[in-house]
């Protein structure tokens, strides 16, 4: 399993595996807002910072990473 952080960071918020990128990105898609998907995520045990879950659901990031839009509109 892959994670998302420099290598070497000790910050515990950096580090998430790419399975709570794409669940966070999954309830984000739902139509949540970005608040409702941190407290989804909360709900679960999985605690991210608000800048951290922002830069996973950017649309930018998501395009990036091969993803679809919220839209739906294929990257």
Same mark, same amino acid.
């Given at each position: 399993?892959?994670?998302?952080?420099?290598? %070497?960071?000790?910050?515990?918020?950096?580090?998430?595996?790419?399975?709570?990128?794409?669940?966070?990105?999954?309830?984000?898609?739902? %139509?949540?807002?970005?608040?409702? $998907?941190?407290?989804?995520?909360?709900? =679960?045990?999985?605690?991210?910072?608000?800048? $951290?879950?922002? %830069?996973?659901?950017?649309?930018?990031?998501?395009?990036?990473?091969?993803?679809?839009?919220? =839209?739906?509109?294929?990257?």
């Amino acid at each position: 399993m892959s994670s998302r952080c420099r290598p %070497g960071a000790d910050n515990p918020m950096a580090r998430h595996s790419d399975q709570i990128v794409r669940r966070a990105r999954l309830i984000y898609a739902r %139509g949540y807002t970005q608040q409702e $998907t941190r407290q989804h995520l909360a709900d =679960e045990g999985i605690e991210v910072d608000r800048y $951290t879950l922002s %830069g996973w659901l950017h649309w930018h990031s998501r395009v990036d990473a091969g993803g679809a839009l919220r =839209e739906g509109v294929a990257a």
